[in-house]
């Protein structure tokens, strides 16, 4: 069992950033790939980006590449989100989750355990 809590979710206007957290607890934090993915009122959930268990490698979707940047902390069980240069198009609830493996996933039926998310709200 893992439990994902985000935070760092806010208002802010367009061309500002964000960064948020993802804490996980649980089972060895490190023996998981992790993902962001996203939901905007009205649509599916969408991949936003993904980092392997090291965080060597990391793979990220067309519309936030250059802006967003995942990382993790191995040490202190967190993953991140750096979003930078946001757009209103970027409002959402962010999620961030679990893979078992090695490198993560474009695909969300391959995460296992999921946050409760957190809104990110980005004003014109």
């Known amino acids: 069992q893992v439990q994902l809590v985000e935070s760092g979710g806010g208002l802010v206007q367009a061309g500002d950033s964000l960064r948020l957290s993802c804490a996980a607890s649980?089972?060895?934090?490190?023996?998981?790939?992790m993902g962001w993915f996203r939901q905007a009122p009205g649509k599916e959930r969408e991949f936003v980006a993904t980092?392997?268990?090291?965080?060597?490698?990391?793979y990220y979707a067309d519309s936030v590449k250059g802006r967003f940047t995942i990382s993790r902390d191995n040490a202190n069980n967190t993953v991140y989100l750096q979003m930078n240069s946001l757009k209103p198009e970027d409002t959402a609830v962010y999620y961030c989750?679990?893979?078992?493996?090695?490198?993560?996933?474009?695909?969300?039926?391959?995460?296992?355990?999921w946050g409760q998310g957190t809104q990110v709200t980005v004003s014109p």
């Open positions: 989750a679990t893979n078992l493996g090695s490198y993560g996933s474009y695909w969300s039926h391959t995460y296992e355990y």
């Open positions: 980092i392997s268990r090291s965080g060597g490698s990391t």
């Open positions: 649980g089972r060895t934090f490190s023996s998981y790939a």
